[in-house]
């Protein structure tokens, strides 16, 4: 199974963020980090794209802390493949963008 | 000093946004939503500007709820399939959607509510005209203004997904 798969941004970040268990402003924090402050996920696309990832499978809900009642979320082996190879098209397009505008 | 206020206004649903920009124009104002009804806002004394207002169509769902108010944001109340959430400024931004796509999401979600309802009013209104009753034009009208209604929305949905096609 090799798709040619384009992430989204807000998806690229979520996947990066739950490399490490963590639960949903814990993403929002972790990707606003991540980005010096560039992107901010707001709380309704986050939602929807957890649960988008879970049935896709790149992620899994972590059995809930009877505690803190939070969920917590982490990145599969496939959750990571798909992460991976993202790294590699984007190193790709940076790689072409500096190539063609390199001279200029 | 009055603290409470009610403010009875009819929003059509086309302009959602229009709404939302209204009760964040209030809070600025000192006036913070507190719960909503059918056509009725109640609003408490706040500082200009403590909080920012924001709503969308969802299903009821307690574990969103929650998940929002992990987030820091407080639930307001809702109405139909309204949900109103507010959160307070000096904790940071607060969008329900920061993406073209969960933007176009809503929209469909919106277009899908009218598309039933609207369905509904055109059937029972062309049943009842078939069997004679005189009311069957309340039902018919409120068809057309049904699909009038996701004609708006969807037009907002085509502007969004024009934009995605350039950029994400």
């Known amino acids: 199974m090799q798709e040619n798969l384009v992430l989204t941004e807000s998806t690229y970040y979520i996947l990066l963020s739950l490399v490490e268990p963590r639960h949903g402003y814990g993403i929002m924090q972790m990707t606003e980090e991540l980005s010096n402050g560039r992107v901010r996920l707001a709380a309704g696309t986050l939602y929807g794209a957890l649960n988008a990832l879970c049935d896709k499978g790149w992620i899994v809900q972590l059995p809930v802390d009877a505690q803190s009642r939070r969920k917590e979320y982490e990145l599969t082996a496939k959750g990571l493949r798909v992460l991976k190879n993202e790294v590699l098209r984007l190193k790709e397009l940076a790689a072409n963008g500096e190539e063609v505008l390199g001279e200029l | ?168």
């Open chain 2, 1 to 168: 000093m009055e603290t409470r206020k009610t403010v009875w206004k009819w929003v059509w649903v086309w302009n959602f946004d229009k709404e939302e920009d209204w009760l964040n124009a209030m809070a600025m104002n000192g006036w913070t939503l507190d719960s909503v009804g059918f056509c009725v806002y109640h609003f408490v004394r706040t500082e200009p500007g403590e909080y920012n207002v924001r709503l969308e169509m969802r299903k009821y769902d307690p574990e969103y709820i929650s998940f929002m108010q992990e987030t820091g944001a407080e639930y307001i109340g809702r109405m139909m399939m309204w949900i109103y959430f507010r959160k307070r400024a000096d904790e940071g931004n607060f969008d329900l959607f920061s993406d073209l796509d969960s933007k176009i999401n809503h929209l469909n979600k919106i277009a899908r509510v009218l598309t039933v309802i609207g369905c509904m009013n055109l059937f029972i209104g062309i049943f009842n005209s078939l069997s004679g009753l005189r009311l069957a034009w309340i039902n018919l009208c409120c068809a057309t203004l049904l699909m009038y209604a996701l004609g708006r929305i969807q037009g907002k949905e085509e502007a969004l997904k024009k934009e995605r096609s350039l950029r994400e």
